[in-house]
């Protein structure tokens, strides 16, 4: 599956990360076209924050109070981002490359051409989160809460879901067979069309409860 990945300009202003964001959110300004290396906003809130067109390197946004914020045309690449809150947030062409989101909220979010690539977002929260278009690939993900979820046209690939919590989302038509998902939760009627390898339809069925007598 392929996705739209983030546009950004051949030439990004070099700016100070704190000073960027509180800047903005104080003049209630959005933030463009700028690249931000080794930079920290953690515990900081900074919510309703406006993002296009920026690159994010080995920034810090632990704890970080982003609820609502529009990041459109970003990549954030090695940044740590555990703990942080985009709830209620919407991310259109982004990239997460290699970041460690343990516990990221992103409840409610609306995902539109997402990538996440070799990120570690164990207890990460995706609750009621439309996603469209989005690839996790090489993710681990476990104890993972994804429940009541959409994911519409989109893909894990080699991830770690276990023990991750998928009741009452839509994950009709995605194959799974690459991923782990040893111990995860799922609702039967929402699995209709999905792909699971034999090991792990068995698997499923003790999950569901369901007894099977030879």
Do not use: W
């Amino acid at each position: 599956m392929e996705i739209f990945m983030p546009r950004l300009a051949p030439q990004l202003a070099q700016e100070s990360l704190p000073q960027a964001l509180i800047g903005a959110a104080e003049e209630e300004m959005p933030v463009k076209n700028m690249r931000f290396t080794a930079g920290s906003v953690s515990g900081l809130e900074l919510p309703k924050s406006d993002v296009s067109g920026c690159l994010f390197e080995r920034c810090d946004l632990r704890e970080a109070d982003l609820r609502k914020s529009t990041f459109i045309d970003a990549v954030f690449r090695d940044c740590d981002l555990s703990g942080c809150r985009f709830d209620d947030g919407y991310f259109r062409r982004a990239a997460f490359i290699g970041c460690r989101m343990t516990g990221v909220r992103l409840d409610g979010c609306g995902l539109n051409n997402v990538l996440l690539e070799d990120c570690l977002l164990s207890y990460a929260h995706l609750g009621r989160t439309k996603a469209e278009r989005v690839i996790a690939r090489g993710c681990r993900m476990a104890e993972s809460v994804c429940s009541e979820a959409g994911f519409k046209s989109c893909a894990f690939e080699d991830c770690d879901l276990s023990r991750s919590d998928f009741t009452h989302a839509g994950l009709r038509g995605m194959d799974l067979t690459s991923c782990n998902i040893s111990g995860a939760y799922f609702t039967l009627n929402e699995l209709r069309g999905t792909v699971f390898t034999p090991e792990q339809a068995v698997m499923l069925i003790r999950t569901l409860g369901i007894v099977v007598k030879d």
